[in-house]
């Protein structure tokens, strides 16, 4: 018996009003923006890519899926497209990647030929040269680079050429935005998180509550495009008692504890911030912070970071589960991270001292909101400098500064980072607990 599919009301409307069997009746420009988790992509890879190269097929002119880079294009949309096309019984509808003698990426889509290209920079998409396409499909396009963008655009230049794309909201004063709502061709759908009826009420609440009283509730609940402006951690702000323990509470443990270090220069600190995950990252609780001035020697802040970890291990080594540390240090200053191996050695201390991660910072910030927002991140008391730093972050208002945050002196930055190195090792685990 062949399976059902089920679309929403407005996935469904996509179908309807944006394919059609002539090419030349489509819209030039064709764009899903809104709420994350809302259904989006999901129509696009399993009918709108496919159709659209079908209807194609005989026609001039390349085809092309853009996405943020390689992986994101196999994770957002291959491979839930072969994943679709085995279920029906077409395993090769869709093949792995392969490269072609010039070096440029490309895929086989149901015998098509599909270039693809990483649109944080102008390159990929570059070397397709003097290339025009009949269809493109874009993940993830507010993300891109601006210049990759209007590349794009140049290059859509056939009667029939014709591009689907993808994209949660950004700022009102994105490149993106002012794009979507000019004079264009455009068959633009706007959705909200409430648009997608297979999403189960629980998690559906569960992403409002994670992410209520932020830019991002705009943006990825109401589908709305905004500007981040003021505190970045508002609730926290507005309640800091909330969120600030006196004492460990009891039966505490760790199932590990991390450091972050930060390293500062002539006018900024050297930052150390110690961070305890409960087991199942049930919750995240920052311990210890210190800031040092920035004017230390070497040796000297060799001798700071030893006292602060020996510090660290002793107030919490009996509500750890591991004994080992790991600390994970600003990867840009690679000299002062062999003098902190060389001293934690010669210390005889039990941590390993690796590279940050040093994650995209928005993304660090959206964790930490989503934390704050379902109670989910404390501060101990001790803390002070992290209690203090992530009471007066704040979004950067200069035009050309979208989802930055203000680093300027006038805030402590340093203290935030050294505390998001310590956290975003856990990213996926925690981004798991918290059900994606």
């Not at 005889?348 to 660090?364: D, F, G, S, T, Y």
């Not at 008391?381 to 203090?388: E, H, L, M, P, Q």
Request: hydrophobic share 35%; net charge neutral; glycine share 6%.
């Amino acid at each position: 018996m062949m399976e059902v599919i089920e679309y929403s009301q407005k996935q469904l409307q996509y179908i309807k009003e944006s394919l059609h069997l002539n090419p030349k009746e489509d819209h030039r420009w064709n764009i899903k923006s809104g709420a994350t988790q809302c259904g989006k992509t999901t129509v696009d890879f399993q009918e709108v890519i496919p159709f659209r190269i079908a209807v194609r097929h005989n026609m001039p002119g390349l085809v092309t899926i853009l996405g943020v880079s390689l992986g994101t294009i196999e994770r957002n949309v291959l491979i839930p497209m072969r994943e679709y096309f085995r279920a029906k019984n077409l395993p090769r509808a869709v093949s792995q990647i392969h490269k072609d003698a010039a070096g440029n990426t490309y895929v086989k889509i149901l015998n098509q030929i599909v270039y693809l290209c990483g649109m944080m920079n102008k390159t990929a998409i570059s070397r397709l040269r003097g290339s025009k396409f009949k269809y493109a499909y874009g993940d993830e396009v507010a993300e891109w680079n601006e210049e990759a963008f209007a590349l794009l655009k140049s290059r859509m230049s056939l009667e029939y050429s014709c591009f689907d794309g993808a994209c949660n909201p950004a700022s009102d004063t994105h490149f993106l935005y002012n794009f979507i709502h000019s004079n264009i061709d455009i068959y633009l759908q706007e959705y909200t998180i409430f648009d997608n009826p297979f999403l189960s009420k629980k998690y559906v609440q569960g992403l409002c509550d994670e992410y209520a009283g932020t830019v991002y509730y705009d943006r990825y609940i109401l589908g709305l495009w905004k500007k981040a402006e003021g505190i970045i951690f508002r609730k926290y702000a507005d309640n800091p008692s909330n969120y600030i323990l006196s004492e460990i509470p009891s039966n505490t443990r760790f199932s590990h504890v991390n450091i972050g270090v930060d390293f500062g220069g002539n006018g900024s600190y050297h930052t150390f911030v110690a961070t305890g995950f409960l087991a199942n990252y049930s919750n995240v609780i920052v311990l210890e912070s210190e800031r040092i001035t920035g004017q230390t020697t070497p040796d000297e802040l060799d001798q700071a970071f030893v006292k602060f970890v020996r510090m660290v291990i002793d107030k919490y080594q009996k509500y750890s589960m591991s004994y080992t540390w790991n600390v994970y240090a600003d990867s840009a200053e690679q000299v002062l991270i062999r003098g902190f191996r060389v001293a934690v050695d010669k210390n005889n201390l039990p941590c390993n001292v690796l590279n940050a991660r040093k994650m995209e910072i928005k993304q660090r910030i959206e964790l930490l909101l989503r934390l704050f927002g379902i109670n989910k991140l404390y501060f101990m008391f001790t803390a002070k400098s992290a209690i203090a730093a992530y009471s007066t972050a704040v979004w950067n208002s200069k035009e050309g500064h979208l989802d930055e945050r203000l680093d300027d002196g006038s805030t402590d930055i340093d203290t935030c980072d050294a505390t998001e190195y310590s956290i975003e090792p856990e990213y996926k685990n925690i981004l798991a607990r918290l059900g994606g």
